[in-house]
């Protein structure tokens, strides 16, 4: 693909962002053969055709989610590259879970501390996407509920967060204090991100006992679980701070697990190949001290 410019990729998006080769031209100020020969040099490039033509309009072909999810991404850090000079900002990725719990008042400290030499943006998503986005470039630093050891950069365990099991008002657990796995085995178990690392970090801690635990149920997100559990469809094992709030005002109750304290270690990463003075390698550095 080293035959692939910013252009195309700019016109491809366009296209399945307005659903059609004319209001993508409109779009981007050019003539609809303009875009439709960078689109066609784009497939070229690639070797595979990537819209689907309808009656709907233009959408991506089949098959190409992925390159979707790339495309935007090359997009995202073009445009960073033109305003490095201008408008400097520095991209922190993180688990949503971590984000939306954890993350922020740090991001705040971080952002008042560094107001005058860049601005701070975040990203939420998966694990997986935001280490993949790390990967790409497309993130600097990156937050994750675990570390896959990929080489060429450097990760540091920033901090651990009990896991505990949530349940609903009116369930049989609503008086207890903890469960055991035998307990867990007999129940729905409900999950948010489905990459979140919880199965893993059970097999870890409670070995062979974890197999007695049935399939989890992904329903997509923390707050989706929570709603779920709040309506007695099952338990979860969550992160303690993603509960606090509802545990405060009486829409669910945590239970510890008997045996093994259940304890997720949480991750900041980075390129590993930084200069001292680089903003990535000075964000981490300070993010590290601030969480301290």
């Known amino acids: 693909m080293s035959g692939v410019n910013a252009a195309q990729v700019t016109a491809y998006l366009a296209v399945i962002d307005t659903g059609g080769f004319r209001s993508a031209a409109v779009r981007l100020g050019v003539t609809q053969g303009a875009v439709s020969q960078q689109v066609r040099r784009l497939e070229t490039e690639v070797g595979a055709s990537l819209i689907q033509r309808s009656g709907a309009g233009c959408r991506p072909a089949p098959g190409t989610e992925a390159f979707v999810r790339y495309a935007r991404t090359l997009a995202d850090v073009a445009d960073r590259a033109t305003r490095l000079f201008r408008d400097p900002e520095l991209v922190v990725g993180a688990a949503s879970n971590i984000g939306t719990y954890l993350l922020q008042p740090l991001i705040k400290t971080m952002s008042d501390a560094h107001a005058d030499r860049y601005r701070i943006r975040q990203y939420l998503g998966t694990n997986s996407d935001v280490l993949d986005r790390l990967a790409l470039g497309a993130v600097d630093v990156a937050v994750t509920e675990w570390w896959d050891h990929r080489p060429g950069f450097e990760a540091t365990r920033w901090r651990e967060e009990d896991l505990v099991v949530i349940a609903g008002p009116g369930h049989q657990w609503w008086q207890r204090g ?20 919880t199965g893993t970090l059970l097999r870890a801690v409670l070995g062979d006992a974890a197999a007695r635990l049935p399939p989890v149920v992904n329903l997509g997100s923390t707050a989706a679980v929570k709603e779920a559990v709040h309506a007695n469809l099952g338990v979860s094992l969550v992160l303690a701070a993603s509960v606090q709030s509802e545990v405060a005002s009486g829409r669910l109750r945590t239970l510890s697990l008997d045996g093994p304290v259940l304890r997720k270690s949480l991750w900041i990463a980075r390129p590993a190949a930084l200069v001292p003075a680089d903003p990535a390698a000075l964000f981490t550095k300070a993010f590290l001290a601030a969480a301290a």
């Open 178 to 197: 903890s469960v055991t796995i035998t307990d867990l085995a007999g129940q729905t178990i409900l999950g948010g991100e489905p990459a979140s690392g």
